[in-house]
């Protein structure tokens, strides 16, 4: 006869697992704060001699005379991940309606295992195509049409190489929140005499565009912090840009090109681990609002 | 015979009551008596499907009459949902399928080259078996289908929106409400109104796919005598898991077992006597 009596051992083995996975969870969480104090206290020396709104609106970057603008890198990555998103996100969200509403399984099974290559490629190499590729394009065939004379490396190049990189991500995700639509939703649609594309319209866009929404987000936070491949096209030219034609000099790009060298120069570590910081709080920032836009768009939609 | 059922659509206002009296006039009846009185609606020649290379439909021929309600019953898996999915085509969309031999709707194959695939589903509405309100308000809901078609006058939407939910028999629940959105309201409410919104594209065949086996009891009943109110204008198909449902509701009943049609009949008959041994097997519960 089975006893109903309290098994140490058992209980004892439940609780451990519970806690270390809690343990375990605080763990990965520390990182992130861990990092935000480091940086931050690095960078404590340039912000106890300059105001940080004048570091931040400042746009002349000459370390050796002691200034550090960062306006030009804040101005620099925005431009370039917004020109991303603008290019990639019309193109993706039509190529995954295409491939999980109208696509035959055949073709599915073919263009799948290309998306996840074109995702699989390294940044670098998208960064040599760039040079290769885009930038002759640009300064040969498409900037001579708007300005006098561009190099192009420019935002356009970085824009475009950028956009590529973060295609792969975002028909991967479009589709993944397509196909988790309840197919119900689309057979009452089209049980009334709808068409494919009238149902994709008014119910599946519609019904899907929260996550869409959330898609989009975290594409544009993949596009920030891209480094190497945007390094490579952009020009980094510490300028605030005022066409797409002209350089710019995104921050993680800053980061990456400058630290370790010409650490003599004082202050100048702070004000590169500042800039670290600036990327850091403009995400955190970014995913911040959006989740908060998010949930009331979610509110909005709840239907 | 035939006049005798005319009466009773004259004098019997009450569906229930008028259900009892037909039923009773059908009890003398015999034979055929509902296909010839209803002239056939959907009739299914030699159809065969095949799903991912499996024989789920066999030879299927039937006839589905007009402006009664059929009951399509059977044990689970035997291709009823298949069949009914056949009559509007949205079987197609699914993958690796292939569909042989005629669906006529009105004497139309449906498989024909020159049929578009948008005006036969307007004609049939589906009743699925979950209420699948679309992501919107509940006004727009009803609208949906008529904007789809074309008509954009805010004054004859309004109207029509009443018009589908009074028969629905939802208006008087949801008149203050009809902005707010589809999901806020119960699950039979939902199931009403998506029975609304299959009417006001004016289909002349509703479908239900066990429309009422997620509802609760009360729910299911009023579904059950919303088709019944509806049967003098409609041709209904409804697949049910409930014999008991089929019992109450249906003219006329199609067993199938296993991807095929074992006995169709006017619901009198086969159940109170059935004339194959497996239809007489499954109505006394020995399998289902």
């Given at each position: 006869?089975?006893?109903?009596r ?7 083995k439940?609780f ?19 990092i ?9 020396p340039?912000?106890d001699?300059?105001s ?9 970057w ?5 200034e550090?603008g960062?306006?030009?890198f804040?101005?620099?990555?925005l ?10 996100l019309?193109l ?7 491939l ?17 290559v ?8 998208y ?11 640009i300064?040969?065939?498409?900037a001579?049409?708007f ?11 970085g824009?475009?190489?950028?956009a ?11 589709i993944?929140i397509?196909?988790a639509?309840?197919?119900?939703l689309?057979?009452?649609s ?9 149902t994709?319209?008014k119910?599946?866009?519609r ?5 869409l929404?959330a ?6 936070s993949?596009?920030f912090?891209?480094t190497?491949?945007v390094l490579m096209?952009c ?29 003599s ?15 850091f709080?403009i ?21 | ?7 009773v659509e004259?004098?019997f206002?009450?569906?229930t ?10 009890n ?10 209803h002239k ?9 499907v ?11 021929s039937l ?16 291709g ?11 079987l ?14 009105d ?5 024909g080259k020159e049929?578009?695939v ?12 979950r ?7 509940i006004y727009?809901?009803?609208?949906y ?6 008509i ?5 939407l309004?109207?029509?929106?009443e018009?589908?939910?009074?028969e ?8 203050d ?5 589809a999901?806020s ?9 998506c ?6 594209v004016?289909?002349?065949?509703i479908l ?6 997620a509802?609760?009891p009360?729910?299911s009943?009023?579904?059950?005598e919303l088709?019944?109110k509806?049967r ?9 898991h409930?014999?008991?449902?089929a ?5 006329y009943?199609?067993?199938m ?5 074992i006995?169709?009949?006017p619901a009198?008959e ?5 004339k194959?041994?497996l ?6 519960g020995?399998?289902?």
């Amino acid at each position: 006869m089975n006893t109903i009596r309290y098994n140490k051992y058992r209980q004892a083995k439940e609780f451990l697992i519970r806690h270390i996975m809690l343990l375990l969870t605080l763990v990965s969480l520390t990182f992130a704060i861990l990092i935000g104090i480091s940086l931050y206290y690095k960078s404590v020396p340039i912000l106890d001699h300059q105001s940080i709104w004048g570091l931040l609106s400042g746009s002349s970057w000459r370390p050796l005379k002691g200034e550090f603008g960062f306006f030009p890198f804040i101005m620099g990555t925005l431009w370039v991940t917004i020109l991303a998103v603008i290019i990639s996100l019309p193109l993706c969200l039509l190529a995954a309606i295409y491939l999980s509403e109208y696509a035959h399984p055949y073709i599915k099974k073919i263009v799948f295992p290309m998306i996840d290559v074109l995702a699989g490629i390294p940044p670098v190499v998208y960064g040599v195509w760039g040079i290769l590729a885009v930038v002759p394009f640009i300064s040969e065939k498409l900037a001579p049409h708007f300005v006098e004379f561009s190099t192009g490396y420019s935002i356009l190049a970085g824009g475009i190489v950028l956009a590529i990189m973060i295609i792969p991500l975002m028909i991967s995700v479009f589709i993944e929140i397509f196909d988790a639509l309840p197919g119900g939703l689309r057979e009452a649609s089209l049980s009334l005499g709808a068409t494919n594309w009238q149902t994709i319209k008014k119910v599946v866009l519609r019904k899907s565009f929260p996550g869409l929404a959330a898609a989009v987000v975290l594409a544009i936070s993949r596009a920030f912090g891209e480094t190497i491949a945007v390094l490579m096209v952009c020009g980094n030219v510490s300028e605030v840009p005022k066409s797409l034609f002209d350089p710019a000099y995104p921050l993680p790009a800053l980061i990456a090109n400058n630290y370790g060298e010409m650490m003599s120069i004082p202050l100048y570590d702070a004000a590169l681990m500042l800039s670290a910081l600036l990327l850091f709080v403009i995400i955190l920032a970014f995913n911040a609002i959006s989740r908060l836009v998010l949930i009331r768009i979610e509110r909005n939609f709840a239907l | 015979m035939i006049q005798n059922l005319l009466r009773v659509e004259k004098y019997f206002d009450s569906p229930t009551e008028k259900l009892q009296v037909m039923r009773e006039t059908l009890n003398q009846a015999s034979g055929d008596l509902i296909l010839k009185a209803h002239k056939p609606h959907i009739s299914v020649r030699n159809l065969n499907v095949y799903l991912a290379k499996k024989h789920i439909l066999k030879n299927v021929s039937l006839d589905i009459p007009d402006k009664a309600i059929t009951c399509i019953i059977g044990p689970s898996g035997c291709g009823k949902t298949t069949l009914l999915k056949t009559f509007n085509r949205l079987l197609q969309n699914s993958v690796d399928v292939k569909i042989e031999g005629d669906v006529l709707v009105d004497g139309e194959n449906i498989h024909g080259k020159e049929v578009e695939v948008e005006s036969i589903r307007k004609k049939m509405g589906l009743l699925s078996q979950r209420p699948c309100p679309l992501p919107m308000s509940i006004y727009d809901n009803i609208a949906y289908g008529p904007r789809i078609h074309g008509i954009r006058r805010k004054k004859t939407l309004n109207l029509m929106v009443e018009k589908y939910l009074r028969e629905a028999g939802l208006w008087d629940e949801v008149k203050d409400r009809l902005k707010s959105p589809a999901t806020s309201l119960s699950i039979g409410q939902q199931q009403r109104l998506c029975l609304a919104r299959g009417l006001a594209v004016k289909p002349e065949i509703i479908l239900g796919d066990e429309a009422t086996s997620a509802l609760d009891p009360i729910s299911s009943k009023k579904i059950e005598e919303l088709f019944v109110k509806l049967r003098d204008q409609y041709s209904i198909v409804l697949v049910t898991h409930t014999l008991r449902q089929a019992r109450r509701i249906a003219d006329y009943v199609i067993f199938m077992y296993l991807g095929e049609v074992i006995e169709a009949a006017p619901a009198s008959e086969i159940f109170s006597n059935p004339k194959e041994k497996l239809t007489k097997e499954y109505l006394d519960g020995y399998f289902s």
